[in-house]
């Protein structure tokens, strides 16, 4: 068990730039979410997969932002023409299958900054 | 809609006291409650999910109590040291494949 990995660990870029992070999950782990955490917040709910299927998505997740699983293994995430206030932390999670009570496995995320 | 909260925001103790870090939710439904610790700059680690059928759970020094009915978590650190300075974070889970909705996390400062 390597944990949750996340890449890179921090973006910088201007305004208007487009931005991708990887989540590599837990080996085995067929849920997957993306969280997005602001400074003294907890973190908000983007979406969640399981398996390669997006399964749902936050209203916060805007036209400008997009998640792919291509197979049902590392996770990437995507925000076009980005903002001021996409200036947060990025984390994803994953979580064993069954239904069961196995708790959310955090990566360290992603700190976007937008300048 | 689901809201957590954890009051108060912050918390300074002096180094082996016995303390409470509470979590309210409105929604009784849930299907587990996850605490959480986050270094600053850092993910989160899980410390203990407690069931919806469950009253607690223990782990070492932390032992978190949960009352459904009543939408109240609470977290017991005892003997508390330096090293245990971070914030803590509650979530509630609606569904075994549910999102987790979050506190805003109570900060806290142990004293040497």
């Known amino acids: 068990d390597t944990g949750v990995s996340q890449n890179p660990r921090h973006k910088i870029t201007k305004r208007g730039q487009n931005v991708t992070f990887r989540c590599d999950p837990i080996?085995?782990?067929?849920?997957l979410y993306w969280y997005r955490q602001t400074l003294g917040q907890g973190p908000e709910f983007l979406t969640y997969?399981?398996?390669?299927?997006?399964?749902?998505k936050s209203r916060l997740l805007s036209d400008r932002f997009s998640a792919e699983r291509p197979k049902g293994s590392f996770s990437t995430l995507e925000i076009q023409r980005t903002e001021q206030g996409d200036s947060a932390m990025y984390l994803c999670?994953?979580?064993?299958?069954?239904?069961?009570?196995?708790?959310?496995?955090f990566g360290d995320g992603t700190r976007l900054s937008i300048l | 809609k689901q809201e957590v909260t954890q009051i108060p925001a912050a918390l300074s103790v002096p180094e082996g006291e016995n303390l409470v870090l509470n979590c309210s939710f409105t929604?009784?439904?849930?299907?587990?409650l996850q605490w959480f610790r986050q270094d600053p700059g850092k993910g989160l680690t899980s410390l203990l999910l407690?069931?919806?059928?469950?009253r607690e759970q223990t782990s070492g020094r932390l032992n978190a109590s949960l009352d459904k009915s009543s939408g109240r978590s609470t977290l017991y650190i005892a003997a508390s040291q330096p090293g245990d300075s971070a914030t803590y974070l509650c979530?509630?889970?609606?569904?075994?494949?549910?999102?987790?909705?979050f506190g805003k996390g109570i900060t806290l400062s142990v004293r040497p």
């Open positions: 999670a994953s979580r064993a299958p069954g239904e069961g009570n196995q708790p959310q496995h």
């Open positions: 080996s085995e782990h067929n849920r």
């Open positions: 997969f399981q398996n390669e299927a997006q399964l749902e």
């Open positions: 929604d009784s439904a849930i299907y587990n």
């Open positions: 407690i069931q919806s059928s469950q």
């Open positions: 979530a509630v889970s609606s569904g075994a494949n549910s999102k987790l909705t």
